[in-house]
């Protein structure tokens, strides 16, 4: 990485999604547990937010816990789930003071009734917030939230009969979780795992993907600052050629 660079303040992305991978295999690394590795890894995500803050993205979606983690042994899983809440419950007060608000995506059916409850919470103090929004994506699956979204369609198509030719990318959107969050402009993995991992599968068709080797522990505020630095060197085309592109210019 340079250490030398400017960031285009004109030019950050709105919202930026991270999967934030590694933690285990820090761990590993250092000779202590996974769950040591996660907390680490909770430690890293609040910078990630502070850092987010400060640079005015307005959405930042955080890969917490997919539905797949559930097959994780139990005895991790539940350190995962009491690392959320907990995390969660600490932050609340600098959330609400710094005008963030909070948010879940995934399939809350799956989540233990304190863990909902505790979340609820906070998505609930801090509805009105107007600065950052913090997405946590917790037993989500992107599948599963596409074909949820076709059964909210299908239903309401039983209650309306609506004309299906009329139907658009953008009322399909509305049925996902993330209705009426834009699409993030910038995909973060670390770890150097280059999947997508049944992450925002509709959300992310035009993203700008950034891979890191470092595990997430590791990612620093310099290391999200380059890869929105990354981004900012990146010519987003959208099927178009470069020529149409610099035309506009
Ligand atoms: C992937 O590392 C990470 C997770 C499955 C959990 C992410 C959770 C946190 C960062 C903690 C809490 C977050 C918030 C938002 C408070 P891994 O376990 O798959 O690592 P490995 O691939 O090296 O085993």
Same mark, same amino acid.
């Given at each position: 990485m340079t250490n030398n660079f400017q960031l285009d303040l004109n030019n950050i992305p709105k919202h930026v999604a991270v999967i934030m991978d590694g933690n285990g295999r820090w761990a590993e690394k250092h000779g202590k547990n996974r769950l040591e590795g996660h907390a680490q890894g909770a430690k890293a995500a609040r910078l990630a937010v502070e850092t987010a803050h400060k640079l005015g993205i307005k959405y930042i979606t955080l890969y917490a816990f997919s539905m797949e983690n559930w097959q994780r042994p139990e005895s991790e899983v539940n350190g995962l789930m009491s690392l959320l809440t907990s995390s969660i419950a600490h932050q609340f007060k600098?959330?609400? %003071?710094?005008n963030v608000r909070l948010l879940t995506i995934g399939d !809350?059916?799956?989540?233990?009734?304190?863990v909902r409850?505790?979340?609820?919470?906070?998505?609930? $103090?801090?509805?009105? !917030?107007?600065?950052?929004?913090?997405?946590? $994506?917790?037993?989500?699956?992107?599948?599963? %939230?596409?074909?949820?979204?076709?059964?909210?369609?299908l239903t309401?198509? &039983?209650? &309306?009969?609506?004309?299906? !030719?009329s139907l658009s990318e953008e009322d399909f959107s509305n049925c996902l979780y993330t209705a009426g969050i834009p699409d993030p402009e910038l995909l973060i993995r670390t770890s150097g795992e280059y999947r997508i991992s049944n992450f925002l599968l509709w959300q992310i068709s035009y993203s700008e993907l950034y891979f890191t080797n470092k595990f997430w522990p590791d990612f620093s505020e310099e290391d999200f600052r380059y890869a929105i630095y990354d981004y900012q060197h990146r010519q987003r085309r959208f099927g178009k050629t470069s020529n149409q592109i610099d035309e506009c210019k």
């Open positions: 600098d959330l609400i %003071e710094n !809350n059916s799956y989540l233990p009734e304190n409850k505790e979340i609820s919470n906070v998505v609930n $103090a801090s509805s009105s !917030n107007t600065g950052l929004t913090v997405i946590i $994506a917790l037993s989500y699956s992107g599948r599963h %939230e596409i074909l949820s979204g076709v059964k909210k369609l309401k198509f &039983q209650d &309306q009969k609506f004309d299906i !030719n």
